[in-house]
Antibody, heavy 113, light 112 residues
Framework: EVQLVESGEGLVQPGSSMKLSCVAS????????MNWIRQAPKKGLEWIAL????????YYADSVKGRFTISRDNSKNTLYLEMNSLRSEDTAMYYC??????WGQGVMVTVSS | DVVMTQTPPSLSVAIGQSVSISCKSS???????????LHWLLQSPGRSPKRLIY???NLGSGVPDRFSGTGSQKDFTLKISRVEAEDLGVYYC?????????FGSGTKLEIK
C-alpha cells in the first residue's frame, strides 16, 4: 500500500524558514517524480514544485521560485520542501504527491505574526 | 500559464442521477509524446485529493466504473453515472502537460 506521510507542520512568523518532509513507502520511491501541492484555507489546489526521480530536474511555481527548494533523499525514501522568506500568503495545507496519483494527508503551515 | 476553466462551480444532484463536469484549457494539452495529460481528482470533505482519472479517460486504481472521462485537445468532461452518497466533494481537473502544472478551480458536488 502506497503511503506518504508529511511532517513539519507549524506556526511561523513572516520572513522565517521552515522545512517539510514526506516519507514514502509502498512503492519504489527512487523511480518516481514527486510533487508538492498546497491548498490555502477554503481555496483550491496550487501546484508548487516537482522533482524528477533522480533529482536531475526541478520545477517551481512562480509564487515560490527563489524562496522554496524541493529535494529528495532516495536512500531515505524522503521528499523535502525547504521554505524560506515565508509570507502570510504561504499559509496553507501542504501535500506531497507521487505524481498526482497518491497524496499524503497534508500538513498545515501557518505564517502569521 | 495554462488556465483550466471548470464548470459548473457547484452541482446538487439526487442519488442515482448522472452528472457531467466540464474542464476547458487555454492551450492544447497534447504533449510532444502524443499523450494528453489531463486528470480528474476528487477531494472528499476533510480528506486529501484522490486521483480518479488520468490521461483523459483512464480509470485510477479502485475507482468505480461509474466515473468516466472524455475529451481531447482543450475540452474535457468528467461524467458520473448513478451518483452515490460517497461521491460528494470537490472535483478538480488538472493538467501536467505544461509547466507550471495547473488545476481547475473545482466543482463542488452536493447530494440532494
Amino acid at each position: 500500500e502506497v503511503q506518504l506521510v508529511e511532517s513539519g507542520e507549524g506556526l511561523v512568523q513572516p520572513g522565517s524558514s521552515m522545512k517539510l518532509s514526506c516519507v514514502a513507502s509502498g512503492f519504489t520511491f527512487s523511480n518516481y517524480g514527486m510533487n508538492w501541492i498546497r491548498q490555502a484555507p477554503k481555496k483550491g489546489l496550487e501546484w508548487i514544485a516537482l522533482i524528477y526521480y533522480d533529482s536531475s530536474s526541478k520545477y517551481y511555481a512562480d509564487s515560490v521560485k527563489g524562496r522554496f527548494t524541493i529535494s529528495r533523499d532516495n536512500s531515505k525514501n524522503t521528499l523535502y520542501l525547504e521554505m524560506n522568506s515565508l509570507r502570510s500568503e504561504d499559509t496553507a495545507m501542504y501535500y506531497c504527491a507521487k505524481g498526482f496519483d497518491y497524496w499524503g494527508q497534508g500538513v498545515m503551515v501557518t505564517v502569521s505574526s | 500559464d495554462v488556465v483550466m476553466t471548470q464548470t459548473p462551480p457547484s452541482l446538487s444532484v439526487a442519488i442515482g442521477q448522472s452528472v457531467s463536469i466540464s474542464c476547458k484549457s487555454s492551450q492544447s494539452l497534447v504533449y510532444s509524446d502524443g499523450k494528453t495529460y489531463l486528470h480528474w481528482l476528487l477531494q472528499s470533505p476533510g480528506r486529501s485529493p484522490k486521483r480518479l482519472i488520468y490521461q483523459v479517460s483512464n480509470l485510477g486504481s479502485g475507482v468505480p466504473d461509474r466515473f468516466s472521462g472524455t475529451g481531447s485537445q482543450k475540452d474535457f468532461t468528467l461524467k458520473i453515472s448513478r451518483v452515490e452518497a460517497e461521491d460528494l466533494g470537490v472535483y478538480y481537473c488538472a493538467q501536467t502537460t505544461h509547466f507550471p502544472l495547473t488545476f481547475g478551480s473545482g466543482t463542488k458536488l452536493e447530494i440532494k
